[in-house]
T-cell receptor
Framework: QITLKESGPALVKPTQTLTLTCTFS??????????VGWIRQPPGKALEWLAL?????????RPSLRSRLTITKDTSKNQVVLTMTNMDPADTASYFC?????FGPGTFDHWGQGMFVTVSS | EIVLTQSPGTLSLSPGERATLSCRAS???????LAWFQHKPGQGPRLLIY???TRATGIPDRFSGSGSGTDFTLTISRLEPEDFAVYYC?????????FGQGTKLEIK
């Protein structure tokens, strides 16, 4: 059974750095074609893809947020970490992590339940 | 980036009825890399359809996808009570991948 779960602070202040951790089980991030990504959804708005890291450490970022995002993986812990710098109230959103299998559906086929992050002073 | 426009914004139907949801892209979606997700409160989105018309593992056959180019459709043949949720389309053929704003399927 594949599961993913997001963890991190529920509240951050403007200008601070957000660090979110995705802890997963049921698959390995050393398997060819597998990746883990982050997607967010501000209240009342559409889902927005942020970043993705693949088994071979290839990293992809949303161009408009590239300067603020870093995604890393720790295969020994089955974790993927996203950091987002210079947080703003507009970054208030539900943040999801999800698995991608390039040799399967080619898109996110398993998702965590998400966690809501509020940016406020 | 490709903008996906979903219609209608809200669809009010009764169990047993047929639902037809639309997703229109601002430019052609590469190789029909178009997916549909179901999203319920407190859960992560659930992949229903990928490659425009392929059902994901475990998805009932009342869900079907069709379309190509810029126009795509998700059809639910006979609505079950558990089908009432928000549905999103996503294109993953062009970077950055993008999602539509969603269609809320509510009980009439």
């Amino acid at each position: 059974q594949i599961t993913l779960k997001e963890s991190g602070p529920a509240l951050v202040k403007p200008t601070q750095t957000l660090t979110l951790t995705c802890t997963f089980s049921g698959f390995s991030l050393t398997t060819s074609g597998v990746g883990v990504g982050w997607i967010r959804q501000p209240p009342g708005k559409a889902l927005e893809w942020l970043a993705l890291i693949y088994w071979d450490d290839d990293q992809r970022y949303r161009p408009s947020l590239r300067s603020r995002l870093t995604i890393t993986k720790d295969t020994s812990k089955n974790q993927v970490v996203l950091t987002m710098t210079n947080m703003d109230p507009a970054d208030t959103a539900s943040y999801f992590c999800a698995r991608k299998d390039s040799f399967g559906p080619g898109t996110f086929d398993h998702w965590g339940q998400g966690m809501f992050v509020t940016v406020s002073s | 980036e490709i903008v996906l426009t979903q219609s209608p914004g809200t669809l009010s139907l009764s169990p047993g009825e047929r639902a037809t949801l639309s997703c229109r892209a601002s430019q052609s979606v590469s190789s029909s890399f178009l997916a549909w997700f179901q999203h319920k409160p407190g859960q992560g989105p659930r992949l229903l359809i990928y490659a425009a018309s392929t059902r994901a593992t475990g998805i009932p056959d009342r869900f079907s996808g069709s379309g190509s180019g810029t126009d795509f459709t998700l059809t639910i043949s006979r609505l079950e009570p558990e089908d009432f949720a928000v549905y999103y389309c996503q294109q993953y053929g062009n970077s950055p991948q993008t999602f539509g704003q969603g269609t809320k399927l509510e009980i009439k």
